[in-house]
């Protein structure tokens, strides 16, 4: 479970993912090893109480600074808990090894190991997300993030890249199609099925190309297609930052400046 990797595997990986004959992916074959994927699964699946350490989630809105873990429950039995670093960890194995995918991200990427860790006002921040689809269809339509069909030329970002920790196997945990990722030749891979794609497997994606979820199925006494997700997500302003009025405006919009130039202080 590395942050870091070597310089050979390094450039190796920079050619799947981004060069033209590459896949578009890089498969980290048992980057957690067994017992932390049992650990990880027991607590989401068996002993997390969500109700106790999570807010339901309404919306991207809330997403800001300091913003509580979120957690979704659909009729379906699937659940997303969204995890922020801000936050105490729930768990700490989790906790843990997400910050170390981060970072190993951030490499892959060519950015400082920090990038995207903390609430920058106005910018990005990764809260790192455990995923449990149980059953439905069209669960992700067909679509890609930051590549050139963005509408905002600001979230434009070519070597960005997703991570999916996964943490069940195709055919024993969950059916349907899994995760399809179209690769840099624009053909269709199912990444749980022809990759024998393994708990434990990290898989880092650039998410400028197509993806999508068509299936997930799920019978009685399998747990789903479980996995780990690191978006890096838009923050929002603090809604409990006052807004009320003229004054209490003028003081928002001075607060928003002030901490800017700071960062731009900082980060010259
Ligand atoms: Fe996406």
Same mark, same amino acid.
């Given at each position: 479970?590395?942050?870091?990797?070597?310089?050979?595997?390094?450039?190796?990986?920079?050619?799947?993912?981004?060069?033209?004959?590459?896949?578009?992916?890089?498969?980290?074959?048992?980057?957690?090893?067994?017992?932390? &994927?049992?650990?990880?699964?027991?607590?989401?699946?068996?002993?997390?109480? $969500? *109700?106790?350490?999570?807010?339901?989630?309404?919306?991207?809105?809330?997403?800001?600074?300091?913003?509580?873990?979120?957690?979704?429950?659909?009729?379906?039995?699937?659940?997303?808990?969204?995890?922020?670093?801000?936050?105490? $960890?729930?768990?700490?194995?989790?906790?843990?090894?997400?910050?170390?995918?981060?970072?190993?991200?951030?490499?892959?990427?060519?950015?400082?190991?920090?990038?995207?860790?903390?609430?920058? $006002?106005?910018?990005?921040?990764?809260? $790192?997300?455990? &995923?449990?689809?149980?059953?439905? *269809?069209?669960?992700? &339509?067909?679509?890609?993030?930051?590549?050139?069909?963005?509408?905002?030329?600001?979230?434009?970002?070519?070597?960005?890249?997703?991570?999916?920790?996964?943490?069940?196997?195709?055919?024993?945990?969950?059916?349907?199609?899994?995760?399809?990722?179209?690769?840099?030749?624009? *053909?269709?891979?199912?990444?749980? =099925?022809?990759?024998?794609?393994?708990?434990?497997?990290?898989?880092?994606?650039?998410?400028?190309?197509?993806?999508?979820? *068509?299936?997930?199925?799920?019978?009685?006494?399998?747990?789903?297609?479980?996995?780990?997700?690191?978006?890096?997500?838009?923050?929002?302003?603090?809604?409990?930052?006052?807004?009320?009025?003229?004054?209490?405006?003028?003081?928002?919009?001075?607060?928003?400046?002030?901490?800017?130039?700071?960062? =731009?202080?900082?980060?010259?």
């Amino acid at each position: 479970m590395n942050n870091s990797i070597d310089d050979q595997r390094l450039h190796e990986s920079r050619m799947d993912l981004y060069h033209s004959s590459g896949n578009g992916f890089v498969v980290f074959r048992n980057y957690i090893s067994d017992d932390y &994927v049992k650990h990880i699964v027991d607590y989401w699946t068996k002993y997390v109480i $969500p *109700e106790k350490s999570h807010e339901r989630f309404v919306s991207k809105e809330f997403l800001y600074n300091g913003c509580p873990n979120y957690f979704v429950s659909s009729s379906n039995g699937s659940k997303v808990f969204y995890n922020a670093f801000w936050n105490p $960890p729930c768990d700490a194995v989790t906790y843990e090894v997400a910050f170390r995918i981060a970072q190993l991200r951030n490499q892959i990427e060519a950015k400082i190991s920090s990038a995207d860790l903390f609430p920058f $006002p106005s910018g990005r921040c990764l809260i $790192p997300r455990v &995923v449990i689809t149980q059953n439905g *269809e069209n669960i992700l &339509v067909p679509h890609s993030d930051f590549g050139l069909d963005e509408p905002n030329p600001a979230n434009i970002d070519l070597r960005r890249t997703q991570a999916t920790l996964y943490l069940s196997e195709y055919g024993r945990d969950y059916t349907g199609t899994g995760f399809i990722y179209t690769n840099n030749q624009g *053909e269709k891979v199912f990444l749980g =099925k022809d990759l024998d794609i393994r708990p434990g497997d990290l898989v880092i994606w650039k998410q400028s190309n197509v993806h999508e979820i *068509e299936s997930v199925y799920t019978e009685d006494e399998q747990m789903g297609f479980v996995r780990m997700l690191f978006p890096c997500e838009d923050m929002k302003m603090n809604p409990h930052l006052s807004n009320e009025g003229r004054a209490g405006k003028a003081s928002q919009g001075n607060y928003i400046h002030r901490a800017k130039a700071l960062v =731009k202080k900082i980060i010259r």
